[in-house]
Each structure stands twice: as structure tokens, then as C-alpha cells.
């Protein structure tokens, strides 16, 4: 295939959520069978350019964009300008505001009036809004990467709040996040989901027409680890909580497992890492309950998965598959998760919980041996589930130009 434009909504660089998990292995993965890629990032951070010799080595792009948008560590001016996002564009979700700027939208259409696509590939949806009015994207084919049903995140998260005005917000976002979901999955030439889960909803969401999508999981390298987890320099066994700490399935199931399981838990033989970034300002009492080591940011996650016993994924909703999950499991550190939790991995040998006497009884009845040998059993499972070259090849496979 000539020449494709891969759009992803943030800087793939440093690689420190699941999102940019997932961008990174598909995009690395997939480049050998483009001639030409070209990569549009929109950047909160003039810091991502720096890492342009990551693109390089990693995908040996073209040309790479970098499109600053919008980014406010003041709430009220965040408000304000997410409000006047609203009046000028009110048929898009708020949160699309920081994307359909008249000047995104103009450094846009500069780049698609210089260079002719063969395939536009979104992986993600927002930066779709900064496309679809303009002229010059009108024939060109389109790929949607679906990391979760958009629509569905928030529609949950109303479920979760018991003020109503809060539930009602949410619910009208959602509408409008479901709207520019189909949109897009209408528009597009294929919709490559993450799990099965998704793909099955958005068949739901097709009246039953399921002719453009296809089944992409996350393809992650598996490589026997060089650390030996069954000796540790504590006799602590240590639990690891990994993810981004604003995005709201993590920071629902974290909160509730620090409220409702961490204080029934012997602080002198268990200690917590918690790891990711995003706003963590809503757990600072919690993160300072005994036990707990708050790290934030980690640039070495070898080295915070070589010193951990066991992976906690206390999510309770959501969509997409838990990239922590098959990431844990390539690295093999056994899983304690909801149900929930490992939705769309494909994983079955783990430690289940779900209520919080489950997760209380659970970990205190932990085994570092007995979790070695659940995370090999699992290791060689999803080892040839998530092969990065046979997943490649069904994506291009999938595309018909």
C-alpha cells in the first residue's frame, strides 16, 4: 500500500498508558506495509516533539505532525473554553473541543491539500472532529481503531453518580459521543476493534451489520522474563495497581478498592504500588494509608513489574481490552481482577474477585509460587494470541483500496 496517514490524539511518547500502548504496537507493527507514513499527533505538550527520534527509530515515518492543542491546569479556564466549544459546535461532545478548532482544522486541511492519502487510519475517535467538515477529506478512505465503545464510558459513568443533574450531563454527553461514534463508523471502511466485546456492541449499535468490522486486538511482544520473581528483597508480597490515574474506570475501581479492601489488608506482610500518570489529585489521603507507595509516573516499567508479586485490576466498567492485562501477563506477573477487568484479554487463568470480602479473602490468601505458575499457564496462552505479525496482517489484510 502507497501512502497512509496514521491520527492518534495525543503523543505516542513516552509510552505511559494503555492508550499509547496500544497505539505504539499496532502503528510499529503495521508500518512494513506502507511505503510511505505519515503520523498526526495532537500534543498537549510542546515536550512530545522532543522525542521525534523515537518516531524515527520505532516507526520510521515520512513526515510526523505535531499539532498542539488546547490544555488548561486552570479548571476555570478549562470550563470556559470547553463552554464556548459547546456553543460553537453543539452537536459534538465538550470533550471533542479540544480537537475541532478553526485552527486545528486549518493545519488539517494545509496538510491533506499537500499530500494525497492512500488510507486515513483514526486511532482514536476525538481527532476525527478536526476532519470531518473539510473538503479535502471527503474521498479519502478512513480505518476507525476503536480502543472502547466511546458512547458506552459514558453512559456508564452516569450509572455510577447519584446526583441527578450530574447523571442527566452525562447522559447528553453520551448521546452525543454515541452520534460521532457511528458517524465515524459509517464513514469508515473498516472498524478495527480491540476486543470481541466491542466489535458485538458495535454490531448492536449497526442494527446487526457487522460487515465492516473486524477483530484487532493488541499485539504485544512476549519475551521470557530475565528477572526471577520468586526471589524478592522483601518478605512482603507486593501488589502493583498500573494505569492512568484520570481516566475514570481507573480511578472508580482504584478509589474503591483503597476505601472498601486496602484497610481490611495486613499492611505488614502486603505493600501496594500504585503507577501512572494523569491528574492524581482525588487519592492524595488515600495514597497515604499504610502500606501504600505512590510512584506516579514510572519511565522504567520493567523494573516496577520485575518487583511486584501480583497485578490488582479492580475495574468494575468500562469497555476495550486491558492492555495492563496482556501487558502484565508478557512480563509474568500473575493477575488478582474482576471479571470486568480482564474483559476482552481473552485471559482465564487469574485470580478472580469481585466483591470486596472476594478481594479481602483473596489477597490474604496469596502465594507468590502458586502465582508464578497461574502467569506461565497464562504466559503461553496469550503469548499466541497476541502474535504482533499475524495481527498486522489481518489489519492490512482487512483494507480493500
Not at 186 to 195: E, G, P
Not at 230 to 237: A, L, M, P, R
Not at 370 to 389: D, N
Amino acid at each position: 500500500m502507497k501512502r497512509c496517514l496514521w491520527v492518534v490524539p495525543k503523543g505516542i511518547f513516552p509510552v505511559r498508558d494503555g492508550a499509547r500502548v496500544a497505539n505504539q504496537a499496532l502503528l510499529k507493527s503495521v508500518r512494513p506495509h506502507f511505503n510511505e507514513l505519515d503520523i498526526m499527533l495532537f500534543n498537549e505538550e510542546d515536550s512530545d516533539e522532543l522525542h521525534i527520534s523515537l518516531y524515527n527509530s520505532e516507526f520510521n515515518p515520512t513526515n510526523v505532525y505535531f499539532f498542539k492543542r488546547a490544555s488548561f491546569s486552570n479548571k476555570i479556564k478549562k470550563l470556559i473554553f470547553l463552554g464556548k466549544s459547546f456553543l460553537t459546535k453543539p452537536s459534538l461532545p465538550v470533550t471533542t473541543g479540544y480537537f475541532h478548532t478553526e485552527r486545528q482544522k486549518h493545519e488539517v486541511s494545509q496538510v491533506l491539500s499537500h499530500r494525497q492519502y492512500d488510507v486515513i487510519v483514526f486511532d482514536g475517535l476525538h481527532p476525527f472532529t478536526a476532519f470531518m467538515d473539510l473538503p479535502e477529506f471527503k474521498n479519502i478512505p478512513v480505518i476507525y481503531r476503536a480502543h472502547n465503545v466511546e458512547g458506552d464510558l459514558w453512559s456508564t459513568a452516569a450509572s455510577k453518580t447519584k446526583n441527578t443533574i450530574i447523571q442527566k450531563l452525562l447522559l447528553w454527553q453520551g448521546r452525543k459521543m454515541a452520534h460521532l461514534e457511528m458517524t465515524l463508523a459509517a464513514r469508515a471502511q473498516k472498524v478495527w476493534c480491540i476486543a470481541e466485546e466491542d466489535l458485538n456492541r458495535f454490531k448492536s449499535l449497526q442494527n446487526g451489520d457487522d460487515k465492516n468490522l473486524v477483530l484487532i486486538p493488541v499485539g504485544l511482544d512476549f519475551k521470557k522474563s530475565i528477572h526471577d520473581h520468586s526471589e524478592k528483597k522483601s518478605d512482603k508480597i507486593n501488589l502493583l495497581f498500573l494505569g492512568k490515574m484520570d481516566w475514570a474506570p481507573n480511578k472508580d475501581g482504584l478509589k474503591w478498592f483503597l476505601e472498601e479492601v486496602w484497610p481490611m489488608i495486613d499492611s505488614s506482610r502486603f505493600e501496594l504500588q500504585i503507577v501512572g500518570s494523569g491528574d492524581s489529585s482525588w487519592g492524595v489521603d488515600l495514597f497515604k494509608s499504610p502500606g501504600i507507595n505512590f510512584q506516579g509516573f514510572a519511565k522504567d516499567l520493567e523494573a516496577v513489574y520485575a518487583s511486584c508479586d501480583f497485578s490488582i485490576i479492580p475495574i468494575r466498567y468500562g469497555s476495550g481490552t486491558r492492555i495492563k492485562v496482556i501487558e502484565s501477563i508478557s512480563k509474568e506477573v500473575p493477575i488478582i481482577s474482576t471479571d470486568m477487568g480482564v474483559q476482552g484479554s481473552g485471559l482465564n487463568d487469574y485470580f478472580k474477585a469481585e466483591s470486596a470480602d472476594e478481594w479481602i479473602k483473596m489477597i490474604n490468601s496469596l502465594d507468590r509460587t502458586r502465582g508464578l505458575e497461574v502467569a506461565g499457564i497464562a504466559f503461553t496462552k496469550l503469548e499466541e494470541m497476541y502474535s504482533p505479525t499475524s495481527i498486522a496482517k489481518k489489519a492490512i489484510g482487512s483494507i480493500t483500496i
